[in-house]
Every structure is written in structure tokens, then in C-alpha cells.
């Protein structure tokens, strides 16, 4: 299993008019703990599009259970619960404010595609090679 | 049952460097399609917060088909299906482009709470009259 | 003068838990007033960019007389007040609520740079040309 | 003068289809360093607010120098170099990617409300004491 914890602070702009985080947000939170667990892998989302490499987002769905406010101090962990196989990766999300309350919990599934031909491909070796350090075989 | 149809031109503020819609912007598609669904009905949702009630998103969930770009025009199909009973509304979604392509379909569910309260709240009695419109007993 | 009027329905995320359309959010309404005054020139921005163009901007000011709120609706009067000689074009801004009260003033520099090469470059003859039928030579 | 630097790394949905940092997204970065300035005066914007005060922008104006891209990490430089007299404050922005490139210089003014009656007020003491200790008489 790959988990990692990001703290995000929220910004003004972030709120609604009801006071709480708009609940569009955790969309970029969720990212963010995405591209913290990648780095645990040994490298960052930047490098994988530099590789020719798309990881764009086919699935979505997040649970709210608590508003988080302004200035609250987030944290979000993410989990890769499952080596992918084939050709989906599934993150799984738990976000907390300070007072670890469980503010929602969420999934994003990504697929890799091939910049230049736009088609979708297999996860590359040295990809597999990284994951492989977290799951037994 | 209501169904609305709203269009929305693409920002370029809201694409991202693969050249897509940003996966977290239909948040807000979905929100403004959510708004116009309600105006069917006979009034708006800021009307519905200047009553005292507030009406915040528990889940939210969305498949990607296919990608939008910058300056389409995108079509935001909002249904109600069912009467809402009890204290959950659901919105399910259909966003197409000008080709008439499915780029995505998702659902919202929203609670309604007393602003004064923060507690949840069933539906008024003149939200139920104006969902009686759409709805046979 | 090339000026043009585009019609904006604040978004619920747009707004900041002040209950005002968060001040960032105005770039957004911007580049949508300038998109709309391009089209009065006959050619969209995405064109532009078809072309092997971009046009960043290099500055933005911004001067807040009055707030928005959510739903209302905001007309963003673009002006070009003078053609572009040389390498900046200059947008400038008013935008009002429906009660005709002026909520901000502004104005954007954008310059042209070829996609390739990433230098700056002057105005091409068919941009020139759509310009010289809105401005006495 | 108050001087604070806040480090802010670049997400995805932050980009636009150019590449850059969306030219809109640094009003968000300018509110953190903002936010962080004045926790160097002793309080968060938070508990300004809580003392039933807001803080709108009546003023921005931005200078891009450079562009940012995705997961750089962006220092925020925020400056205020006068104590403010009377009802407006104004903060300074230097923005530099992690090569100490300049990538923008910008300048906010925000003015102090009282929420309940939405007049402007002077600045009070307490903010004024905390100011002292960072400027001399």
C-alpha cells in the first residue's frame, strides 16, 4: 500500500458564501495528495508528462461528512490500496481538520494515455518497478 | 420529473495545461445547471438561503467520457427523477458538447439545513407545492 | 473603439464567505469580455492559438468600487479603445450589476508571442486588418 | 516594514492550456502571502473577522515578468513598507520561481469594514500596537 499526508491551509478564495470550503475544491486538494503519493514513488507527475505520459482523471466521487472553513488547517491522505493492473489506478482519500475530524472521504481513478497518439496505454515498467516496492508480489 | 438545460462556454482560466476542462470545474457546471433546474420551479436558490435555509452538497460523484476544450459551448442536461422524500435531493447530469458528444455524467446529493440551526431540515411546505408541478402523486 | 458587452451570471463558487465575489475571480470575467470583443473582430482566441499564437498578459489592474453577489448578473463592457501599434494590446473594463451600478474598473496588456519560438511578435496582417475596420486610420 | 515569504507549490488545475499559471490565480497567491504577513503581526485574518471586521480589496494590480509553471514552487514575498494611515492598507508582492527568477511584482489595497454596518473604520488598536512594534514612530 502507498499512503501519504499532505497539509493544505485554505484559502480565502476557497470559501462560499455559506462560510464552508467550496465543495468543488477538494478536487484540486485531492490532486495535491495525488502528486504528494506519486513523489513517495520516486517521482513527480511533472516527470511523467515530460515522458510523453497523460494522466487524465475518468472517475470521480467524494462523501462530505464535516465543512472545513477558512484558514483550517487540512490534511489529506491518500491511499493506492491496490497495485493497479492494467490500466486503471484508483487513489482513495480520507480528508481531516486539526481537530481530526473526518471532513470527507473520496476516490479518483486516473488512466495513463500516450500524449501523441491520445490512446491509452500500460502502465511503463519503471512505473511498475516503483509500485512493486510497496506491494508484496 | 424537471429537467434543465443550461449552456456553458469553456474559460480559458479553466482548462488546464492537457488542454482539458480541469476535472474539478464541473463542480461548478454542475451547480450552475443546478440553479437553472431550480428556477423551473418557481424560484431561485438564493431566495431559498434568504429564507433561512441552506442547502449544502453530501456526495458527489462523476464519470468522465470525453474531454472538453477551450470555447466549446457545453450543454448541462440537470434532472430531478424523483420527488425528493424525506431530506435528500438528487441531481443526476448529462454534459454533451456542441457535437453532441457525452462528456460526462454525474450525480449530486444536497441536504437542507436551518441556517440558524445548522441542523437539517425537511422540505418546506412551498418546496413541496412546486415539486408537486413536476411530479405525479 | 471596438467595445463589446457580455452578460455574466455569478457562480456560487465564485463567491467568498464575505458573500462577495472573491476579488481573484474578475480575471475570469476579463478574459470572457475579451474573448466576446475579439469575436466582434471577427475571429475567436482559439484561432489565434489554431494559428500558432498566444497571447499572454503582462499586466492586470483592477479597481473595486462596489461588490457582486451571488446570481447577479454582471455585464462586462469591454473597450479597445485605441488599436494596438507596435507589440501590447490594451483591454479595458467596466462592470455593472443589474441595478446599473458600476462595480469595477480595469484594465489588461496582453502582448502576441509565436508558439514555437516564444518571442514576442508584432501583429499579423489579418489581425491588422480586422482592427482597421474599427479605427480611423 | 513587515516582510513575510511564504513558499506555494503550483497545482495542476491551477495551469492553463498554455502551460502557465492561469494569469487570475496569483490574486489567490497574494491573499496566502497576505494572510501569512500579517500571522507575523501576531493574528490570523481569521480572528479579524471574529472581531466582526472584513478586509475587502478595493485595489490590485499585477506585472508578470515570467510565467509559472505546474509543481514549481513559488515564493511569495509580501511586503508592507508604510504603516498604513488612516483606512487603507497596502501590501507589496515579489514572486520568484525556485531558479530566483522574478516572475511578478504586484501591489493590493484592502480597506476595514465594520461587518454590522458596512461603513468603513479606522484601524484599531490593537492592530495598531501590533503594527508599532514593525515600524518606527
Redesign the interface.
Known amino acids: 500500500m502507498v499512503k501519504s499526508e499532505t497539509k493544505i491551509?485554505v484559502?480565502?478564495?476557497e470559501?462560499?458564501?455559506?462560510?464552508?470550503v467550496?465543495?468543488?475544491?477538494?478536487?484540486?486538494y485531492y490532486?495535491?495528495g495525488r502528486?504528494e503519493a506519486m513523489r513517495l514513488l520516486g517521482f513527480?507527475?511533472?516527470e511523467i508528462?515530460q515522458k510523453g505520459l497523460?494522466m487524465?482523471?475518468?472517475?470521480?466521487?467524494?462523501?462530505?461528512k464535516k465543512?472545513a472553513y477558512?484558514?483550517d488547517e487540512i490534511t489529506v491522505i491518500t491511499f493506492i490500496r491496490e497495485k493497479p493492473n492494467g490500466y486503471r489506478f484508483n487513489f482513495e482519500y480520507e480528508c481531516y481538520n486539526s481537530s481530526n475530524e473526518l471532513l470527507n472521504t473520496g476516490k479518483v481513478t486516473l488512466v495513463m494515455l500516450e500524449k501523441t497518439t491520445n490512446k491509452m496505454t500500460k502502465i511503463p515498467e519503471w512505473f511498475e518497478n516503483a509500485l512493486n516496492r510497496f506491494f508484496l508480489p
Open positions: 491551509r484559502r480565502y478564495g470559501t462560499d458564501q455559506m462560510g464552508y467550496y465543495y468543488g475544491v477538494y478536487a484540486q490532486e495535491v502528486v513527480s507527475y511533472k508528462e497523460l487524465p482523471v475518468i472517475d470521480f466521487s467524494i462523501s462530505y465543512p477558512y484558514d
